[in-house]
């Protein structure tokens, strides 16, 4: 009796954990071990922080009408007569120099016309056109097609009809969604009337009503999920759920078709779902542990970044540019997404000290100089702007200054050798200095300078940002 009862209990036991390895290996499919379901969560990840973190910026801007940061529905230009403030918490490393408008573009159904009015010469603008990758598929501005107006058709992967009269120039996104940011140079605050009335000028347009024809079928709407909270994406597996939904907006590329077929080993792919409750404890924690890895292979790319090794020039642009440098497109995001390509701007970041310590306006006071003719070589404009950490937005203070840039040089007070030197502290330098002054906060810090159509000299290196150096 009692041999009988213990082999049932061993057999009980037996196939609780063959039903174990069962669960785990189905929900790993094609027998992906746990070791590899960490690795392919780790890439996984790396590839797809751009494209979830982008979605909740999408869903903010033009779907979610309850979010303070809404803009306008898709397909509708939503202008902002006015620069960021620390108010503006969306989008991290935000501008503050040029008002933005921005697009959502829905490019299922056709192609979208962005036309553009005649700016004067001497004023910057530019249109960055990225897709659901944050690829930077293309420019319209002063520097990629000049200020003398036009139409430009921008199409998704699946448009192939003919180039209509009247257009321009024909823009590709790889992904059915694609976002428009509008800059438009602000000289002073009284220009901001003028910048307006450009402003007013941008227009949107199906290519069916620029063409003043009826349009094709609608495209189904969409349901959107919720995306993720910034600190959520960063370690729940739900994370990988909404990539799934943005992937399927995202027709594969040739070149990524293996890398998708490895995701699938965890059931990652276009329209799949992965029932997180369902999974295994050890796969739970494979895929936790996966994307952990990342944000570590991602601090240490950072560690290159502040040692200059790595610049944002390398980290922004198109796929044919990033080479499928997919960690580069996570830290990119991490760090500043929707950043421009070098050829449109450059963003020197400073991070650390001469001394390579870490910056802090509770402990220290800092300076950065320019030595005489070595300002940032530029054909628009240069800014340096603040930002305050963890968030990584500009940072309130009792001038309502986030930001030092070349429109303010007639401000400035010059060296006796001609040279120039900003102060970056959190307390007034005093009264005469407050021209010279931008704003620290009470903590840690990091700031970036912004060079607008940046000259040969700083896109060949020629030029170097100068260090910023800790008062003593």
């Known amino acids: ?23 785990a290996y189905a929900q790993t499919a094609a027998g992906v071990s746990v070791q590899e379901a960490r690795a392919i969560a780790k890439d996984a990840y790396v590839y797809g922080f751009p494209l979830v973190d982008g979605y909740r910026i999408l869903h903010a801007y033009f779907v979610d009408r309850d ?16 620069v960021y403030t620390p108010d503006d918490k969306a989008v991290q490393t935000p501008n503050s120099d040029t008002p933005y408008s ?20 001497g004023r910057y603008f530019s249109i960055q056109l990225v897709d659901l990758y944050t690829h930077n598929f293309d420019y319209i501005g002063s520097r990629a ?39 438009t140079q602000l000289f002073n605050p009284g220009d901001l009337d003028k910048v307006k009335a450009i402003q007013t000028g941008y227009k949107a347009q199906p290519l069916s009503t620029f063409l003043g024809q009826s349009g094709p079928k609608t495209a189904p709407a969409i349901d959107f999920i919720k995306p993720l909270t ?34 699938a080993g965890i059931g990652i792919g276009a329209g799949k779902s992965i029932d997180t409750s369902k999974l295994s404890p050890e796969i739970k924690e494979a895929i936790e542990q996966g994307m952990a890895d990342a944000w570590t292979e991602m601090a240490k790319l950072k560690k290159r970044f502040d040692a200059g090794e790595v610049k944002s020039g390398d980290v922004f642009g198109t796929r044919e540019y990033l080479k499928n440098n997919y960690l580069y497109r996570m830290t990119a995001a991490a760090l500043g997404i929707y950043g421009n390509s070098k050829q449109e701007a450059m963003y020197p970041l400073y ?5 390579g310590q870490k910056l802090d306006g509770a402990k220290s006071r800092y300076t950065l100089r320019f030595a005489p003719g ?18 990584s937005l500009l940072v309130a203070n009792p001038i309502d200054r986030y930001l030092l840039n070349s429109p303010m040089l007639p401000q400035f007070k010059k060296d006796a050798d001609g040279g120039l030197t900003l102060l970056i502290q959190n307390e007034s330098p005093g009264v005469d200095k407050e021209s010279n002054w931008l704003p620290a906060p009470k903590g840690p810090f990091f700031m970036a300078m912004r060079l607008y159509w940046p000259a040969e000299a700083a896109l060949d290196g020629t030029w170097k940002a100068p260090a910023l150096n800790k008062v003593k």
């Open 145 to 183: 097609t000049g200020n003398g107006g036009g139409s430009f058709l921008i199409a998704g992967p699946g448009w192939n009809g003919e180039v209509p009269a009247g257009v321009t120039k024909v823009m590709r996104s790889e992904t059915e969604q694609a976002l428009a940011i509008y800059r």
């Open 1 to 23: 009796m009692k041999t009988s009862l213990i082999k049932r209990l061993v057999c009980t036991v037996a196939l609780l954990l063959c039903l174990s390895f069962v669960g």
């Open 374 to 391: 070595q300002l940032p070589p530029v054909s628009a404009f240069w800014s340096l702007t603040m930002y305050q950490l963890p968030e």
């Open 67 to 82: 979010n303070p940061e809404y803009k306008a529905p898709w397909n509708q230009i939503k202008n902002i007569p006015r």
């Open 230 to 263: 910034p600190e959520t994406q960063k370690t729940s597996p739900e994370f990988f759920n909404v990539l799934n939904f943005v992937l399927k907006f995202c027709p594969t590329v040739p070149s990524e078709k293996e890398l998708m077929a490895r995701f």
């Open 102 to 121: 921005f697009l959502g573009m829905d490019l299922r159904a056709e192609p979208i016309v962005l036309t553009v009015p005649p700016i004067e010469k």
């Open 351 to 355: 991070a650390v000290d001469a001394d």
